[in-house]
Structure formats: C-alpha cells, structure tokens
T-cell receptor, first 111, second 112 residues
Framework: DSGVTQTPKHLITATGQRVTLRCSPRSGDLSVYWYQQSLDQGLQFLIQYYNGEERAKGNILERFSAQQFPDLHSELNLSSLELGDSALYFC??????????FGPGTRLTVL | EDQVTQSPEALRLQEGESSSLNCSYTVSGLRGLFWYRQDPGKGPEFLFTLYSAGEEKEKERLKATLTKKESFLHITAPKPEDSATYLCAVQGAAGTASKLTFGTGTRLQVTL
C-alpha cells in the first residue's frame, strides 16, 4: 500500500459526459501528479500540482482540468468524454519531487 | 524532449534463470532514473532510484545499475512472483517540473 488513495476504482460512463476523479496524497506529500495509461501509449504525464498551485502540464487535453485543494487532495475533471479517453488514470504523490508513489488508479470506460 | 526505450518488450524465464532488462534514455540533465514494478490493473510500485552513472541499488533478487545512456535491471534466480511489468522512467533537470517520462515497460513472465 503506497498511502495514495484514489476514488472511484471503476467508472463507466457515456460519450459526452463529465466525470471527476479524486486523489488523496500520502501524508506529508505536497506534490500531486496525474498520469494516463492506455494500452497503446503507456504512462503519460498529464499535470502536476504543488501545494495547491499548478507546477507543470504535459499533453493534457483542453477538455481535462485539475485542481489541488487546501487539504492537498486533488481532483481531475474530464469533460465531453470520447471513446478514446477510456484508460487507467493514476495519481502519484511525492514530498521533495523525486520518488513518486502511485495510487491504485481509476479505470475509466467510456461507452 | 526526454525519451525512454525499454527492451525487450516481453521476456519469459524459467524459475531460477537469471536475466537483465534494459532501459535506454535521453534526457537533458538527469535528476533521477526510476524503476517501478506494475501488476495488471494496479498502480506502479516504486523499486529504485538511481542518480548518477556507476550507481547500483539492490533489493532481494533485483539489482539496478546506471550508465550515462542506459540502466539495467538484473533479476537473479527469479521466482514466479516476480512476474510483472517493469517500468523505467526518467526525470530531467529542466525547469521546476518533476514529471516522470516512462518507457513502455518489459512484461516479465517467470514459469516453474
């Protein structure tokens, strides 16, 4: 158990819908990262937050957004969902920005 | 742009048959090279961090080494429970971001 929690574990929704994925980092970690893992592309970095502020963006679509709250939990919002958004979404956290510890993931299926 | 290439894509070993997984990388200033283990449908599990060429880390049957261009994950006398996908990732020194760039992994199967 890494200490990072993610909810929900599974999410099934339809195209065009909007969903919110939630992540709680390990106790004491200030950085939260979101990654997408699909079968054909491996793990891709989406976005990083540090202590409530956006620190870096990867290839995150404009339909996706995230935020980190004062209690350091983070939410990833995915809107206007398409079939191709089906993937595993992982959250990771770190203290000093080196080792990242991953949560169990949210499996998103868009029908 | 940071890049990571892992080989082989898949590896099948018999129990006790040692081997090595390769991770080649290009990065503008290496802050760290990371190895993770991932079981199907689970999150990556942190194994090692290597920071500079010549560094080695060991954990049970696994040993990671680092050169200026590549890293190896040596598996000595593997057991079936070592079956998993092994992921390599790099963290570059550019800017303040500490994102990881991952390879696509080596899928290891260890049979009796």
């Amino acid at each position: 158990d890494s200490g990072v929690t993610q909810t929900p574990k599974h999410l099934i929704t339809a195209t065009g819908q909007r969903v919110t994925l939630r992540c709680s980092p390990r106790s004491g970690d200030l950085s939260v990262y979101w990654y997408q893992q699909s079968l054909d592309q491996g793990l891709q970095f989406l976005i990083q937050y540090y202590n409530g502020e956006e620190r870096a963006k990867g290839n995150i679509l404009e339909r996706f957004s995230a935020q980190q709250f004062p209690d350091l939990h983070s939410e990833l919002n995915l809107s206007s969902l398409e079939l191709g958004d089906s993937a595993l979404y992982f959250c990771a956290s770190s203290f000093r920005g080196n080792e990242q510890f991953f949560g169990p993931g949210t499996r998103l299926t868009v029908l | 742009e940071d890049q990571v290439t892992q080989s082989p894509e898949a590896l099948r070993l018999q129990e006790g048959e040692s081997s090595s997984l390769n991770c080649s990388y290009t990065v503008s200033g290496l802050r760290g090279l990371f190895w993770y283990r991932q079981d199907p449908g689970k999150g990556p599990e942190f194994l090692f961090t290597l920071y500079s060429a010549g560094e080695e880390k060991e954990k049970e049957r696994l040993k990671a080494t680092l050169t200026k261009k590549e890293s190896f994950l040596h598996i000595t006398a593997p057991k079936p429970e070592d079956s998993a996908t092994y992921l390599c990732a790099v963290q570059g020194a550019a800017g303040t971001a500490s994102k990881l760039t991952f390879g696509t992994g080596t899928r290891l199967q260890v049979t009796l």
